[in-house]
């Protein structure tokens, strides 16, 4: 197999504090792998055999309840790390990893996972720093779930997705990969007629630009406004 070019994660955020040798050297023990749209990097549940690095694409992250209902967690965006159940002392995954758009990811064995925290001490400080703000939005959305109103629920979806992978355009902040008012209502625990019915009408007094899986924030403090608003809507 070829040797990864070091280019791949040299101007990633999560190897920022490796100088380049070790960044050719982390890079030797990772495969390259392509994922197509839909398909599954891992399952839930599933022996957690690897840990990953999104190179390009997003990625939905899917957990499925006792009673079969799939809530989306989360969605990896490009450069950053994902399925570290290592991080979190686990030996399975605790949710499945779907592409959303087609995928190239590099992949670690989950048994140098000791080894390359210890001789990468940067790259293992800036993985758990990322597993602990991702703790801490589970946190909130949980919060969010359990205290908001739908509205507010997903107008905080809406401005999580945009800040994360926003693009600018000359109608608003796109959000940058293809996503439906299913996955919305997966991500704010409502039905799709419920999201149907605010998108549109945030459509209408001009919040928001949607398409066939795509949404624009035309007007970000409108919908900041509508996510803090504690009546209804």
Not at 81 to 91: D, Q
Not at 92 to 114: E, G, I, K, Q
Request: glycine share 6%; net charge neutral.
């Amino acid at each position: 197999m070829a040797a990864l070019d070091r280019s791949l994660i040299s101007q990633l955020p999560l190897f920022q504090g490796m100088a380049p040798e070790e960044q050719s050297e982390i890079l030797r023990s990772a495969r390259s792998s392509r994922y197509a749209k839909e398909s599954a990097i891992f399952e839930q549940e599933s022996e957690a055999h690897s840990f990953f690095v999104l190179i390009s694409g997003h990625i939905r992250v899917v957990r499925t309840t006792p009673d079969g209902q799939q809530v989306i967690a989360r969605y990896i965006s490009e450069g950053e790390i994902f399925g570290v159940a290592a991080a979190l002392g686990r030996t399975t995954y605790p949710a499945s990893a779907v592409a959303a758009v087609d995928c190239v990811v590099l992949a670690w064995p989950n048994a140098l996972w000791p080894e390359l925290v210890r001789r990468f001490p940067a790259f293992g400080a800036t993985t758990y720093k990322t597993v602990g703000t991702r703790l801490q939005e589970t946190q909130t959305r949980v919060v969010e779930m359990s205290t908001e109103q739908v509205e507010q629920r997903v107008a905080h979806a809406l401005l999580r997705l945009a800040n994360q992978t926003g693009r600018k355009t000359d109608s608003g902040i796109e959000i940058d990969f293809p996503i439906s008012r299913q996955d919305i209502a997966e991500m704010t625990g409502t039905t799709l007629h419920t999201v149907s019915r605010l998108l549109s009408k945030w459509e209408d007094i001009g919040i928001i630009v949607s398409g066939r899986q795509k949404v624009t924030v035309k007007d970000a403090h409108r919908l900041v406004v509508l996510a803090e608003s504690r009546t209804k809507g």
